[in-house]
């Protein structure tokens, strides 16, 4: 088993001798492959314009993002976690898929997964991303296959696992109630268009009444973001685990899938702009933005 672990590249890097040398034993790794994992995380998006959670250059710079993604947080203060994530949710709907969504969706691709990883079995895409560009990348690479196309030639939609959800989904916080919206604003109270400057979110806020926020169209209660917030369990985690683990008994958070993966004999490669704690266990390890390491690894076009 194969895994690519993509984090936070941010800037180009050079190449050099040994970059050449670990591409070259990276597609050998892939080529006696039996399956393909992708885990990504906040960098695969960065170079769409998504601004990671938590680095300098993230999202409401004068507030803690991630005291605002927890069920208490709503509790406490709907109207600023709503605001919060609705500039996640302008920021996705402005957003398009880069090259390294593409890369990745290719990659789902049978007959030019073949070309790469011969022997490979299967692929899949474990994202904790909530911006959805992974699937719409699959929905364009599925759109430009003629329509009596073999299944070899098609996507495989069914690749993808969104493990923290989808910002575009929002759910009834009293009954089973979950749609996907793409309306911008989601409602006229969440128009705040006249902030131009996150940074400054914190006193800028605006302190929106409870019945003017998202509702569900069902009951009419208070509606949140269908995403998965610090405390609760991500989706599709039995299939994830099963997948990666190979066994659903045992619940892993994201950042140890690796490390199981090569117990069971996988290969590891990471992409990372600065170093992290993993890079010492890879196998392969690729310092820069995403978009360029994977172009390099995989440089037929897509």
């Known amino acids: 088993m194969s895994t690519v672990s993509n984090h936070i590249p941010v800037f180009n890097n050079l190449q050099d001798p040994s970059t050449i040398t670990t591409i070259t034993r990276l597609r050998d790794a892939l080529r006696v492959s039996k399956n393909i994992i992708v885990i990504a995380g906040a960098g695969l998006s960065a170079a769409s314009g998504i601004p990671t959670f938590r680095d300098g250059g993230g999202l409401w710079r004068s507030l803690d993002a991630t005291t605002l993604a927890t069920p208490t947080a709503f509790t406490a203060n709907p109207s600023l976690v709503w605001q919060f994530y609705h500039y996640q949710w302008v920021k996705a709907l402005e957003s398009k ?28 895409l474990i994202t904790q991303n909530v911006d959805r560009l992974s699937v719409r990348a ?24 969104e493990m923290h959800g989808r910002i575009f989904d929002i759910e009834c916080t009293s009954c089973d109630y979950c749609v996907e919206d793409l309306s911008n604003p989601l409602c006229p109270a969440l128009d705040v268009s006249h902030i131009k400057d996150y940074n400054d979110a914190g006193t800028k806020q605006i302190d929106i009444p409870l019945k003017e926020l998202p509702r569900c169209s069902a009951y009419h209660a208070l509606a949140r973001p269908s995403v998965v917030w610090f405390g609760e369990t991500p989706y599709q985690l039995s299939e994830i685990n099963r997948l990666v683990v190979g066994t659903s008994s045992t619940v892993l958070p994201a950042s140890l899938f690796a490390s199981r993966v090569q117990k069971r004999g996988g290969k590891v490669a990471v992409f990372n702009f600065a170093p992290s704690a993993a890079d010492g266990s890879a196998d392969f390890v690729f310092r820069g933005p995403c978009e360029t390491e994977l172009g390099r690894v995989f440089p037929e076009p897509v």
Not at 142 to 156: G, H, I, K, L, T
Request: hydrophobic share 40%; no cysteine.
């Open 138 to 161: 699959l929905q364009a690479l599925e759109s430009q296959v003629p329509a009596n196309a073999p299944p070899s030639d098609r996507p495989q939609m069914d690749s993808v696992f």
């Open 97 to 124: 898929p880069n090259l390294a969504h593409h890369i990745i969706a290719k990659l789902s691709v049978p007959e030019f997964r073949r070309e790469v990883a011969p022997n490979a079995k299967s692929f899949h």
